[in-house]
């Protein structure tokens, strides 16, 4: 209320209560009656009013003062007051008037009010890290926190007063009135936001909006990190119960935290028996003789004690380690329980564990080398199959190996099936045809030569097969060939494991390798002519293997012509078969170049024949005029037919071991492959799954 009023009775003139208006600043005059009752207003207005009508001044008050007013007490409540239709408002204790109320006088009260609480509000939200902002209805930003003005790379002064649309075009249009309140998902930068809009409203009308920042990046930071620890935490525990060793922990005081399943069955002492007392409890009640931990905490260092464990009568090895915080604080001791006893007896288990692991790990290794062998060599026949398995025995000696065998039988192939079973299958295999080197150059190849050692040497000289396949194996084929000068050096490389580079034979070279020998030739009848020495033969033929010829082992023929067929195809895009009588022809062939002469000799039909079959007049002329192919023809068609069937179903279900896989690759319905089996009597070797 204003106490800057006069007051007046009925019966005083108007020229008598103007002058209080000049002699005083009030803000109107109080008129009351006889008995001291407020019955009046005298306002300045109602003095211009009765100037301008020209009232006589010396006219008493009634006349002109305004009866719009009320009346209230000096402790009602300003939000209590109700104007109506009145201007003033008089504060009367019920004896004598206190004050006036006018309408301007509370709007300014409230004004400055509002403004106060609006200041303490932006101060109160700028204490919020969420981001903020107030808008007035039409979207125009009336307040904000700090926090929204920096996303916003901008100082509040920028941020007050504009309209949040031209700050944030990619907000939402500010909701229209009546709309219910919503949220929103936005990115500032590298940050994602879910803004919750809240309506503001008075009078059930919209009066503006009310923003609400939730920073999802830093929630799901948050959530990241909660996840990583909850993640931790159970991998701690996996860890600490999966131990196979007990693990007991206290804290930096000695109070039990936790145990493992483990400590538990060595000790045979409960979880819920420790966990919660001190070490110093246990050890007076008798849990244990002495404690580990106790030791921990007073050195500050680890410490392994022998333990007596009373409830079972059991004697364990503990190792307690402190674990300590940034402050060099003891936070934890972690104590590692042993069972001598038991660890023993787990020795003994794990060594006969390791060696049945270790047979079964050369059982799977020899059975994985035998796919791959088969794989790539197409090991059909019997014969083969035997070979294979004499590599495998070889492979376990290191006795130097004489192969002998007609040119294009496959020595190489079985120096490498040894090489590949042996236990240094991961060290080099190096190979060279002596035939194929000039005799002057294959000094140089094999034992490598020193810078200058000739003209047109490398730089730094260079290293030579034997070097090269040091600690592995190295294979000299056609060593019929070698001149009789060079079989001096390898054989000194076979009795002393050294040698000299050419240039240089002042520096031996020690080298650990496996020799393997093969040739088409008659060594025996070249000693004796004198054409190759005799001290190295019997040194090269400790170990002597014959590889049969292609004719001796026909029944692998057939799968080797598919297989040589297959890569043709694949190789050129083809889809060409072979027909039944050049199949047949084939078979009977006496192929004295062999494998070789075989694998070459499908590749020639398959590119000169013009069709996909692979017709009789591509056989080539020799194989043609064959005394095989002639006797063949006499037979009746059928039995030679019902031949070479018999025959490729054998060669099937011999590499394929499954009557599926068979079918499949002859082309042919698995039902017809088991009628047909049944009916020639045929089985795979070790029998064959359906």
């Known amino acids: 209320m204003s106490s800057q009023i006069a007051i007046a009775d009925t019966h005083q003139t108007l020229a008598h209560v103007s002058s209080f208006f000049v002699d005083e600043e009030i803000n109107g005059v109080v008129i009351v009656d006889g008995k001291g009752v407020p019955c009046g207003i005298i306002s300045k207005s109602c003095i211009i009013h009765a100037v301008a009508q020209s009232q006589e001044s010396t006219k008493t008050v009634d006349a002109f003062m305004s009866v719009s007013f009320a009346t209230v007490k000096p402790t009602n409540w300003v939000e209590n007051i109700d104007f109506g239709q009145n201007k003033y408002v008089v504060v009367w204790d019920g004896r004598d008037v206190l004050g006036m109320i006018t309408r301007p006088g509370i709007e300014r009260i409230y004004n400055r009010s509002a403004h106060g609480c609006f200041v303490e509000f932006g101060q109160f939200i700028d204490h919020i890290n969420n981001p903020i902002v107030l808008t007035d209805r039409n979207g125009w930003v009336r307040l ?52 919750s809009w809240v309506n503001l409203t008075q009078e059930e009308k919209k009066i503006g909006m009310l923003g609400f920042f939730y920073n999802l990046t830093k929630e799901e930071a948050i959530n990241e990190r909660l996840k990583q620890t909850k993640l931790l935490s159970l991998q701690l525990d996996a860890i600490i119960e999966s131990s196979f060793d007990g693990i007991f922990v206290t804290d930096g005081e000695g109070k039990v935290l936790r145990v493992n399943r483990a400590y538990e069955r060595i000790t045979g002492i409960k979880a819920k028996e420790v966990v919660g007392r001190t070490m110093q409890s246990l050890v007076k009640d008798g849990f244990y003789n002495e404690s580990v931990t106790m030791k921990v905490l007073e050195s ?110 496959g020595k190489g192939v079985f120096a490498q099936m040894v090489h590949a079973f042996s236990e240094v299958n991961d060290k080099p295999f190096m190979q060279i045809s002596c035939a194929a080197i000039p005799e002057q150059l294959l000094e140089s190849e094999l034992f490598g030569y020193s810078e200058g050692a000739f003209t047109g040497a490398s730089r730094g000289g260079k290293k030579g097969l034997f070097e090269l396949a040091d600690g592995g194996y190295i294979f000299l084929d056609e060593i019929g060939e070698m001149p009789i000068a060079l079989q001096a050096k390898l054989l000194r490389v076979i009795q002393e494991l050294e040698f000299y580079r050419v240039g240089d034979p002042a520096t031996p070279i020690r080298v650990n390798v496996r020799i393997i020998t093969a040739t088409n030739r008659d060594l025996e009848e070249m000693v004796a002519q004198k054409t190759f020495r ?91 005029k064959s005394e095989g192919f002639n006797n063949s023809i006499n037979k009746s068609l059928k039995s030679i037919v019902c031949e070479v069937e018999k025959s490729a179903i054998q060669d099937a279900l011999n590499t394929y071991k499954s009557t599926r896989k068979a079918a499949n690759s002859l082309g042919i319905n698995q039902s017809t492959i088991v009628r047909k089996a049944k009916m020639y009597g045929l089985v795979s070797r070790g029998g064959f799954d359906a």
């Open 534 to 624: 005799k001290d190295l033969f019997y040194r090269l033929n400790v170990v002597p293997i014959f590889i049969p010829p292609l004719r001796e082992r026909r029944d692998g023929i057939m799968t080797k012509i598919q297989a040589f067929m297959k890569k043709c195809n694949t190789k050129y895009g083809w889809s060409k078969q072979i027909d039944h009588d050049v199949m047949r022809a084939l078979v009977n062939y006496e192929w004295p170049g062999n494998v070789r002469e075989l694998e070459n000799t499908i590749e020639r039909m398959a590119v000169m024949s013009e069709g996909d079959i692979i017709k009789y007049q591509d056989l080539p002329p020799s194989i043609q």
């Open 144 to 195: 904000c926190n700090n926090q929204f003005s920096s996303i916003l790379e901008k100082d509040k002064e920028g941020v007050i007063n504009s309209r949040l649309s031209d700050l944030m075009p990619v907000l939402e249009k500010i909701k229209g009135p009546g709309e219910k309140d919503t949220e929103q998902k936005l990115s500032i930068g590298r940050t994602s936001y879910l803004v």
């Open 300 to 409: 500050r260092r680890e410490v392994t004690i022998i333990q007596q464990v009373s409830k079972m009568n059991k004697t364990i090895v503990v190792t307690g380690n402190p674990v300590f915080d940034d402050t060099q604080n003891i936070r934890l001791v972690v104590t590692n329980a042993r069972d001598v006893t038991e660890l023993s007896s787990l020795q003994n288990k794990l060594q006969h564990m390791e060696s049945l692991t270790s047979g079964f790990d050369d059982q799977q290794r020899n059975m994985r080398i035998d796919k791959e062998l088969d794989d790539k060599f197409i090991l059909a026949s019997k014969a083969m199959q035997d070979m294979k398995q004499l590599a495998k025995r070889l492979a376990k000696v290191e006795s130097t190996l004489l192969i002998q065998g007609e040119s294009g039988v």
